[in-house]
């Protein structure tokens, strides 16, 4: 929930990289082999639209030492013998009273190298397909020679694709190497994110697609 407002903003962030990519293969197509010129005219391009590439990585940085803490809570900070942890108006909490039981379905302490990971890993898939998914009437450039096929093949883009299914994967044996309280973490985490990458992409949807840079 404290995640839900940068969440939406790095979602709309990248939702938009993703809109303007035609401005950007036409940046490259027109100024090529000027790359002062290509990277000015970028910088611009992105200026205008308000949208910056790194702006999804805010909720990822925040995210990194929730992980942490929680990766060493659900492991060993349920004993008694790590209550020096503890605040001070909480020295009197019996951690030996702790049942790390999620509901019978999951125990938070143990691993689980079975169903969870697999869940986990699928919802980053759908997670990720949407986040790439093309806008409607968005057509890939036509390639028709050798040299459009190298310019339009955008590393970015390439990365992107890959990382479709390489980001589930890693995710997917983390998950199945880590308590299960880490994976529960990511698999709700995933759903919150799925659920607004619907309402982003439908947002989206509804603006005009930008108009490409007159040659």
């Known amino acids: 929930l404290v995640l ?21 293969d ?13 990277s000015l005219e970028t910088m611009a391009l992105w200026k205008r639209h308000r949208v910056s590439p790194i702006g999804g990585c805010l909720p990822l940085l925040i995210q990194i030492p929730i992980l942490i803490a929680l990766f060493y809570v659900v492991r ?5 013998y790590e209550s020096y942890y503890l605040y001070p108006f909480l020295a009197s909490f019996d951690l030996a009273a702790v049942n790390s039981d999620f509901f019978g379905i999951l125990n938070l302490q143990v691993v689980n190298a079975t169903w969870l990971p697999i869940v986990v890993g699928l919802l980053q898939y759908l997670q990720m397909k949407l986040s790439l998914s093309r806008f409607s009437g ?4 036509v390639q028709t020679t050798p040299d459009a096929t190298a310019a339009f093949q955008d590393p970015l883009l390439m990365m992107n694709k890959s990382m479709t299914y390489f980001m589930p994967i890693m995710i ?8 299960s309280g880490v994976g529960l973490y990511l698999a ?28």
Do not use: C, H, Y
């Open 4 to 24: 839900l407002v940068p969440n939406q903003k790095a979602l709309k962030s990248q939702r938009m990289m993703l809109k303007i990519q035609p401005e950007l």
């Open 26 to 38: 036409e940046i490259k197509r027109k100024f090529k082999g000027d790359q002062q010129k290509i």
């Open 76 to 80: 060993t900070g349920f004993t008694p």
């Open 138 to 141: 968005q057509k890939a450039p």
């Open 172 to 179: 997917l044996l983390m998950v199945a190497s880590l308590p």
């Open 188 to 215: 709700v985490s995933t759903i919150f994110g799925i659920v607004q990458q619907f309402s982003v992409n439908r947002s989206t949807a509804t603006q005009p697609p930008p108009s490409l840079v007159t040659s």
